[in-house]
């Protein structure tokens, strides 16, 4: 549901501004994709989110208030902490200083409202994997933790960036807000194009039935994109959104996560915001797909519909 809905998002800002190229369509996308406003691409990043966001925070911030409920304290804590933190249901009650109670009320509440969605762990807890083996006190005490994904960018944008400097921006100062999104805005933009190369993955698999599709994570291993198809093949995907060429030891890394999975993939895709080395590209062929961000205008086609 929450792919769907960021790929109508994705066609929607597209088509209402025409940004140059891919990669800025994705960096904006980020920021104010579902954000229902027309933006001048050609201008600057941050004075196009001092012009929509910042200067617009009372209106803006009644909106979000609006949509969280009528438990706004305990669902901004949630959001904020599921928006900074590493999307792990457990570790965001934690940053947000709830428990299973209190905290299990507002993310069934904020799931209820279509706010966020689970992503479900794939991951087998050690006592499902073992023959009656007692288990050592970390593994028993092992606890798989769902992720979460918000709806729409802009959501997450507000509650990763906006909200932890609601006072200073409220008071028109915006210095302490540029200088987190300077420092943190590939990091943030990095999810964006996880999601969007998972939507890209299923186009390239439209042909086949998907079981199951996401990222992967257990207590050693965490990957990117894993797909696996009704015929028990396996796709697995890193995406990468850096200023530089990804390389050959990107597949290297890959290969090994494989192997400490036990799973031999149909095929490896890689997915960066500025392209491949030559020697990467060199590799290409139907067990290594190189997708590159301009390769992301084929979520405009109308199959996507």
Known sequence: MIRSQLLKH?????????????????????????????????QPIQKLIEEHILNNYTMLNYTMQERIGSDAKVNKKLLKALATGDRRIFSAFNRAGLNNGNGGAALNYLQEQGIIQLEYSREEHPRDRTNKRKLKRQEARHRISHKVLFSDPFLRFWYYFVVPHAKAIQAGDYEAFFKAFAMRQHSYTSLVFEELSEILLSYVLRNEILVSSGSYWDANVEIDLLTITERSHYYVGECKWRNHKINKKELHKITDKCKQLGITPKQILLFSKRGFSKELCNLQSSQLALYSSEDFALLLKKEHS
């Open 10 to 42: 994705f066609r929607a800002f597209y088509f209402r501004n025409y940004p140059d190229d891919m990669e800025l369509q994705i960096v904006l996308f980020s920021i104010f994709g579902a954000l229902e406003c027309t933006i001048d691409t050609t």
